[in-house]
């Protein structure tokens, strides 16, 4: 899902003391239960301050209209999915066995959506894109590539158009699902739905990503700080190989979770030392 303007604020002012910014983050949660049940249209401000348990006068310091409030609704959930993606550490999570790595990746979206704000703004996405300012496709096109890039790490060997699309059907059939499983008033049966897109992305995945497939690769350890393959070996910690980064000094220690293995097939291997 996704783009994003931070230029411009749909706040009248910015709240400087805390317990302003709390009343905000209250009119906000407000909104997102009152846009939920009323429906965007219907909806109004009155209602919306008073689920809020704040005076009409109190919302109208910080926001002129309904459509600010979405708006401001809108930039918070930016903010909450690109934290989301910066707390991935993918070098370590490619490592997992593939069903792992979904669960992870799964459960943190699902921990995302469990915010009154991300939820309505995600369903609203899909069901009312006329009243959105500041996202659009282009945050569902960065979903697809940061997906991508997890893949292209996991398996290298793969070609650069494969790894999009795959991780363009990732994201498609997710959001889809994950749409149906916010739109159900259930728990349960979101639960369910929740545990059938982790089913569903591992089974469509584990053709090229699959454990057991990419046993046979030769496996060369990177440094996850910069990247590089110019480690040298310096000395041994607990019955383990360490290394030292030669580019930035970094100390790792082989098969902890703090080393990187990159998994780099035997042909490429050998092409490049041809």
Known sequence: MTKYSHSSSSLRHQPKQQRGKERVEKILDAAAAVFDQMGYEAATTHQIATKAGTAIG?????????AAIFKAMELRHVERVKAMWAQVDIPIIVQLPLRQMIHALVTTVAKLFEQPVSRVVFVQFFLAREIFQSIDESMTQEAINFMANMLKQRNPTLRE???????????????????????SPD?????????????????????????NRLSNVMKVMICPRCQSKQLSKNGYRRGKQCYRCKECGKQLVENSQRSVMLKTSLADQKRSLS
């Open 187 to 211: 728990e349960e049966y979101r639960k369910q739905l929740t545990q059938q897109i982790e089913d569903l992305m591992v089974s469509y995945l584990e053709p090229y990503m699959d454990d």
């Open 161 to 183: 158009e494969h790894y999009n699309l795959l991780a363009e059907v990732c994201v498609h059939s997710s959001n889809a699902v994950m749409l149906a499983a916010l739109r």
């Open 58 to 66: 109190s919302l109208y310091q910080f926001f002129p209209d309904k």
